[in-house]
Every structure is written in structure tokens, then in C-alpha cells.
């Protein structure tokens, strides 16, 4: 009986370690060739933010030349004041030099300033 007790332990030990084995295997199924692949997609990515930054590049573009053309209509505007409204190109240069009474030299300082801006360009 005793006998009989300890190949009945065994064998159920046996059982339980081969089942336990079997249940924990890793799974070794060969990927299928329908899945989607980690590079094509980063190629994809790529690709796109490409495309995106050629077309922030363009936009930068675009608003640089309006820019130099708000600045052209700009000085061109105030050549004209100068030459056909003397009295309102004085008032322009006393506003934004923020004085209440125009002089030669305010004149002068915003014109130094204004051109500090055409250099950059």
C-alpha cells in the first residue's frame, strides 16, 4: 500500500510538472507576412513630415516676401506724406518719437531707427 501510495504521488508530480510545462510554453508561431512592418510605417512617417515641413517652409516664404512688401508700401507711403504733407510726415515723426513738439533731431533719431530694421532685412 505504502508502495502503491509513493507511484501514485510520482506519477501525479510527473502529470503536474509536464502540464504545468505545456501551459507556460512560449508561443513560436511564425509571424504572419499579412501583418503590417515597423519600417514601412516609419518610412510612411517619414515621408509625411517631410511633406509637412516643405510646406512650412513654403509658408515662411510667402510671409517673408509679404513682409518686405508691407515694409515697401510702408516707406513708400511715407515718401509720399514727406513730399505732398509736409506738416502730417512732422506730426508722424513727433507720434513715434512720443514728444509733444516736433524738432529736427526727433526726426533724425527715428529715422536712425527705422533704418536699423531696413539693414535686417
Known amino acids: 500500500m ?12 510527473v ?3 509536464l502540464l504545468i510545462i505545456t501551459l507556460n510554453k512560449p508561443d513560436n508561431t511564425p509571424i504572419k507576412s499579412d501583418s503590417i512592418c515597423n519600417e514601412d510605417s516609419l518610412r510612411n512617417e517619414v515621408i509625411n513630415l517631410q511633406g509637412q515641413l516643405e ?16 515694409l515697401f508700401e510702408y516707406e513708400y507711403g511715407l515718401d509720399r506724406i514727406k513730399e505732398t504733407h509736409p506738416s502730417a510726415y512732422k506730426e ?13 533731431q526727433d526726426k533724425i533719431e527715428n529715422e536712425k531707427r527705422l533704418n536699423i ?5
Open 55 to 70: 510646406q512650412l517652409e513654403d509658408g515662411f516664404d510667402k510671409k517673408e516676401r509679404r513682409y518686405e512688401d508691407v
Open 117 to 121: 530694421y531696413e539693414h535686417t532685412r
Open 92 to 104: 508722424f515723426h513727433r507720434i513715434i518719437s512720443y514728444k509733444e513738439r516736433y524738432t529736427n
Open 15 to 17: 502529470i503536474m510538472t
Open 2 to 13: 505504502k508502495n502503491v501510495a509513493i507511484r501514485l504521488s510520482i506519477a501525479i508530480i
